[in-house]
Structures are given as structure tokens and as C-alpha cells.
């Protein structure tokens, strides 16, 4: 089975644009959800998605957003960058009949805002 | 608060020697608790998971609730042991540590 892919690998933005981050699970899960690393903060959860419902949202601002498709493909956007939205992110999915099954993580998107 | 925390960020031991992580949460609740290891150049994987009492490469978990603590254990390091371990805590959301960096030298 493939794994969890994530689409781009690397971006550089300036501040004040938006961003559009891609996941794809592995098939036949159908949670995704989305995570910010950061070497002071560590890993923080943003959202999960299961079956093209956000089923919890961690503690960011509205700027950031998601959504999933009928194909538990997932994306996320950020609007208005700002210098600390520089980030690893990370993509995970699992079955998903259960929140807190196992997690198969993607290789993440390193994002660089200038 | 949700938190979990890891208080070593850097961990080495020698080839053979036992092993300790620690980890200790605050969480409101009964959370399901994990450790997830990501080794050099590969992705974030799951390690083991509390509720599955299980051994995975030699390593062991116990859940202590009286002192909120998910220390991670293994009686002898190998080499292929080192990488960088997070613990994480589950409730409605998953809360991950900051993450120990464990290197086995030879």
C-alpha cells in the first residue's frame, strides 16, 4: 500500500498570502488529520477530518482552515501568512473509526514564509 | 490545561545500557496514551500504545495515573534505538510532547 503523500514538500511564501497544502491518505482510511511543527512548540494538532466532516479542531486561529473530499483526500489553507505560520506540516491518516486509532504519518510540507 | 511533557530533550546512554523516557500528562479525563518514535530520515510512526499492554522492539510502557506518567522502557539500548521519541495523549484530540532525542553510543 502507498503511503500517506503530501503535496508540496517545500514552499516559500511572504507574508500576507494564502497557502493550499495537499494530503492524501492511504487508501481506504478515511480520517485525515493535520498537525504544525515547530522547534519551540513541538507538534500541535490543527484538525481531523472524517468523512468530509471536521470532527475536532485544535487551538488556531480561523486563518487557518481544511476540508476533505469524498475521497478522504484532505487540504489545508492558510490566508494572510504570517512569519510564524514557518512550519513543518505534517499529515496523518488512520481508518478512522476511532479518533485515536493509529496514526500513519506523510512526509510533511516545509513551509517557509519571508 | 492539556499538556504532556517530556523533560529531557536530549538522552544518550550506552550500547546495552537500560533505558528511560519519561513522560508525564495532564489531561482532564482518561486519555488513551502513545509514544510515536520518527528515526533519521524517516516519517513519525507509531511505537506502542497503552491500551495494547504490548512489547514493540524490546520497549515497554507503563501507565502510572497516580503520578499522570507514560515512561517509555527498554532493559537494553541498541544502536538502531537511536531516534527521537514523542509521547502523545489522546482525549478528543491527540497532545504530543516536545519530543527526547535519544542517541545509543557504541
Known amino acids: 500500500k502507498a503511503g500517506v503523500t503530501q503535496t508540496p514538500r517545500y514552499l516559500i511564501k511572504t507574508r500576507g498570502q494564502q497557502v493550499t497544502l495537499s494530503c492524501s491518505p492511504i487508501s481506504g482510511h478515511r480520517s485525515v488529520s493535520w498537525y504544525q511543527q515547530t522547534p519551540g512548540q513541538g507538534l500541535q494538532f490543527l484538525f481531523e477530518y472524517f468523512s468530509e466532516t471536521q470532527r475536532n479542531k485544535g487551538n488556531f486561529p480561523g486563518r487557518f482552515s481544511g476540508r476533505q473530499f469524498s475521497n478522504s483526500r484532505s487540504e489545508m489553507n492558510v490566508s494572510t501568512l504570517e512569519l510564524g505560520d514557518s512550519a513543518l506540516y505534517l499529515c496523518?491518516?488512520?481508518?478512522?473509526?476511532?479518533?485515536?486509532?493509529?496514526?500513519?504519518f506523510g512526509p510533511g510540507t516545509r513551509l517557509t514564509v519571508l | 490545561a492539556q499538556r504532556v511533557t517530556q523533560p529531557e530533550k536530549l538522552l544518550s546512554v550506552f550500547k546495552g545500557a537500560p533505558v528511560e523516557l519519561k513522560c508525564n500528562y495532564s489531561y482532564s479525563g482518561s486519555p488513551e496514551l502513545f509514544w510515536y518514535v520518527q528515526y533519521s530520515r524517516q516519517r513519525l510512526q507509531l511505537l506502542l500504545r497503552h491500551i495494547s499492554r504490548e512489547s514493540i522492539k524490546g520497549f515497554t510502557a507503563d501507565l502510572n495515573k497516580g503520578e499522570t506518567s507514560f515512561h517509555l522502557k527498554k532493559p537494553f539500548a541498541q544502536e538502531e534505538d537511536s531516534a527521537m521519541y514523542y509521547c502523545?495523549?489522546?482525549?478528543?484530540?491527540?497532545?504530543f510532547g516536545t519530543g527526547t532525542s535519544l542517541t545509543v553510543i557504541p
Open positions: 502523545a495523549a489522546y482525549g478528543n484530540q491527540f497532545y
Open positions: 496523518a491518516s488512520s481508518l478512522g473509526g476511532r479518533a485515536a486509532d493509529t496514526q500513519y
